[in-house]
């Protein structure tokens, strides 16, 4: 009878989870681009070669840790969609609050703003896709403003497009830094804008 | 008698002037960065000392070489806003043009770019100004549209900062430049945003 093999194997997920754990501690305690992976090895206990197996750049590590700050602000978005307001409300209390959301991250989070810049040069497929995802939450608001007689809009895709440009000040995370740093993030300002942005839509009444 | 003192005296302006060629000269070839005041001095034949006496600082130099630059995209938009055209037509006129204007300076002069970027750090107030007064032209054109009843807007001055806002992306030079990067500077995407701008304005008809 052969004798039985008792070897400690750590589960590959949780192997993950820890150096995404680590990794982040670092990138929020001492900044993204001063970690190193040998850091964040020696910290998790293994060889970088290791931890190479796992994710094949540092780069890799941050696009799954900026997937979840971005998978925070959909979620943001898809709770205000989700809700009965008249889509000229919801479309108002999404932009107003995914603003301020970023501009919360960044001021009181400038480890966050490292990253996420960081992940807009490096892993551009995933701001993409949540940029893209975004937009999509705008389209189907758009739809439910047309057919409630709220919006006239003849392409609410296009219109979802035209709204995410113009709101790019309040949203892009320079761009919010630039207009934090030069005194042009107002109250007012942001108001304006949507007010702008909601007769683009053609609101009626 | 006293006898007559003979000085060559070589008039300031024309020293100034002489400092902001080489200086412009240097910018443009081996890039603002690179280049130093002592590179500037030595070209003109002076000593740093003395470009000092005439611009505090290199950022001074190239506060005024930039702001010959956006003289120029002044030029454009006044010479589209003193046209007989009708306002709409106007306003998509100029925004096209200031579009395409920046677009040919950052990717056909790359050196162009680096001086606006640190203009944009180092001498914001220069920039600001030219972004006022911009936006003024945006304001005479909707006044224009208000007064021939192809805009309904109350406040032409708000809406000339949504405008800007809205057309933010096409005309800020990391916006052009990360849109370029990231393939979504498209002809499409530049109409699209005129006419969302100009159903923003409540253009009848």
């Known amino acids: 009878m052969m004798k039985q093999i008792t070897r400690t194997r750590t589960d590959p997920e949780e192997t993950r989870s820890r150096i995404l754990e680590v990794a982040e501690n670092f990138f929020r305690s001492i900044g993204y681009q001063k970690t190193s992976v040998a850091d964040i090895a020696a910290e998790v206990g293994m060889s970088p070669a290791n931890v190479y197996r796992f994710f094949p750049s ?3 590590i941050n696009e ?3 997937g979840r700050i971005v998978e925070e602000v959909a979620a943001i978005a898809f709770s205000i969609a989700r809700t009965n307001a008249p889509a000229p409300e919801k479309l108002s209390r999404l932009l107003t609050s995914i603003h301020e959301h970023n501009k919360a991250t960044l001021i009181k989070e400038k ?16 701001i993409k896709a949540h940029i893209e995802r975004m937009t999509t939450i705008l389209e189907g608001i758009i739809r439910e403003g047309v057919e409630a007689g709220d919006f006239d809009v003849d392409d609410p895709a296009e219109a979802s497009r035209s709204v995410k440009r113009a709101f790019m000040t309040f949203m892009h995370p320079q761009m919010i830094e630039h207009c934090i740093l030069h005194g042009e993030d107002t109250e007012e300002g942001l108001r304006e ?3 702008f942005i909601l007769k683009g839509l053609g609101k009626t009444g």
């Not at 996420?116 to 995933?126: R, Y």
């Open 64 to 66: 799954c840790i900026c």
């Open 111 to 126: 480890r966050t703003h490292e990253m996420v810049a960081a992940a807009m040069q490096e892993n551009w497929s995933i």
């Open 58 to 60: 540092k780069g890799a």
């Open 193 to 195: 804008q949507i007010r």
